[in-house]
Structure formats: structure tokens, C-alpha cells
């Protein structure tokens, strides 16, 4: 039964807080403490991998919590009514990864998305194509909510439908497929055996994809 306390918990800052640290904290271990990235590397090429995964990780919880409750799973209330901001701040996050990587997209920083002439090769094209993608539909998610959209019943309809919803996850999926497929699948190449930020955001991805395909209404 619903407690009338339950209505004034409120998760946020924890899970945000926890989410940032073990993103950050992932990348620092696996790029500087086992792998071979300099320090200087650490405050934009290291920390947009951080902040790119900490933002995957809470949009997978925006999206996921609902449909897992759904399924019967007793989510504690604080993390249902943390669902907003944990996607306004995970919408924040992607924000700023993006603008890091305009200013990091270069052969120099990411020799493996560039053929030798300069161009982008096919998987990087399709990779970038994914992430622009996904954070237009975000974009718009976000401004569903915001502006005088919401007054909109059948767009509000779309933007929150099942089917829109599930496709729209996809354009998340192919951004960190097309990228990191080659190294998922090749663990020898891990820095000391630990996975890539890729992988274990599609690990997320997956995980809360399971959950909206069984679960959400
Ligand atoms: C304009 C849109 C976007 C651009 C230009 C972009 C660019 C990039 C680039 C260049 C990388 C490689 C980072 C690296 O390996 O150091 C990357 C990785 C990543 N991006 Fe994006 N991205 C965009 C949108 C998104 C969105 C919407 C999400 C989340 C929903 C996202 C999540 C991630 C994640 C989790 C990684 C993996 C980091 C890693 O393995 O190093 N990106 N993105």
C-alpha cells in the first residue's frame, strides 16, 4: 500500500550523486590506472567519457524505473518520484558531453573514427549519426514537458508512447554500437581486463531495455 510519506521521498541527489562517481571513477581506473592515458588527458577526453556514461546511466533509470514496477518489482518510492530529475540531469549531462566532443572531434584525439585521408569512416558516420539523433528526440522530450507542448494531448500521446519510446532508445544503442562493437568483442585489447565505457553503458542500455519491452504500457 501507498504510505503518505512516500509521496515526499525523493532519491535524487543520491543516485545522481552515487551514478557520478562510479562513471568518473570507471573512467579514471580503467583510462589512467590500468590503461595508458596521461593525466593531462583527464579533465575533457577522460572526464567526457565519465559524464558520457553517468548520463546513459541515469536516462536508462528515467526510462526504466516505471515499466520495472510494472512488472511487480517493489521499486522504493523515493527512486519513482526521483524519475524527473534524473532525467533532467542526465538530459544535462549529454549537454555537456556533446559540447565536449565538438571540441575534442578531431584524428588527432579519435584516430579510430577517421580514415587515413580524413574522412569519417562508415561506423563513426553512423555511430555520430545515433548520438545527434538521440539527443534531438531528448531534446524534444525535454521540451514536451516544458513549454506549451504539453498542452497537446495526441503529441504528448506520441512522445510518450510505447512504440515511440522503444524506437527512440534504439538511436542511444547504435551510437555506442557502431562505435564500440569491435572493441566489445575483442577483450584482449581491454586495458587490464577491464570493459569499456561503452560496453558497460549498452550493458545499462540493455538491461532497462529488457524492462521497458515487458513492461511499459
Ligand atoms: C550530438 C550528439 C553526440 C555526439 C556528437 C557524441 C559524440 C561522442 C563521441 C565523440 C564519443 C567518443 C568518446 C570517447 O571515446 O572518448 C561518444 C561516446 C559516448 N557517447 Fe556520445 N555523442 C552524442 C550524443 C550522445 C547521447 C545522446 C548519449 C546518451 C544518451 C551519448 C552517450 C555516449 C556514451 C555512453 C559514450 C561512450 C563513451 C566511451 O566509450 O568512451 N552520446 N559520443
Not at 48 to 62: D, E, Q
Request: proline residues 5%; contains cysteine.
Amino acid at each position: 500500500m501507498n504510505h503518505p510519506a512516500d509521496n515526499h521521498r525523493n532519491s535524487a541527489g543520491l543516485i545522481i550523486a552515487i551514478t557520478i562517481l562510479f562513471s568518473i571513477g570507471y573512467a579514471i581506473v580503467r583510462y589512467h590506472v590500468v590503461g595508458p592515458a596521461p593525466w593531462n588527458d583527464f579533465p575533457f577526453f577522460i572526464l567526457n567519457k565519465g559524464i558520457s556514461l553517468a548520463a546513459f546511466i541515469l536516462l536508462t533509470c528515467n526510462f526504466g524505473l516505471g515499466p520495472l514496477r510494472n512488472l511487480g518489482v517493489n521499486v522504493p518510492a523515493g527512486w519513482l518520484n526521483a524519475r524527473k530529475a534524473l532525467g533532467m540531469t542526465g538530459f544535462l549531462l549529454v549537454l555537456v558531453h556533446v559540447l565536449m566532443s565538438f571540441l575534442l572531434f578531431s584524428p588527432a584525439v579519435y584516430a579510430k573514427f577517421f580514415e587515413t585521408d580524413g574522412t569519417l569512416t562508415l561506423m563513426a558516420g553512423l555511430s555520430m549519426l545515433g548520438g545527434v539523433l538521440a539527443f534531438v528526440v531528448l531534446w524534444a522530450y525535454n521540451l514536451s514537458f516544458q513549454t506549451h507542448l504539453r498542452e497537446d494531448k495526441s503529441y504528448i500521446r506520441f512522445i510518450t508512447s510505447r512504440t515511440f519510446l522503444l524506437w527512440a532508445m534504439l538511436l542511444g544503442a547504435s551510437h555506442l554500437l557502431f562505435m564500440g562493437y569491435s572493441d566489445w568483442i575483442n577483450p584482449s585489447s581491454w586495458h587490464g581486463g577491464i570493459p569499456p565505457v561503452s560496453l558497460v553503458a549498452i550493458t545499462f542500455f540493455v538491461t532497462g531495455y529488457v524492462f521497458n519491452l515487458l513492461g511499459r504500457k
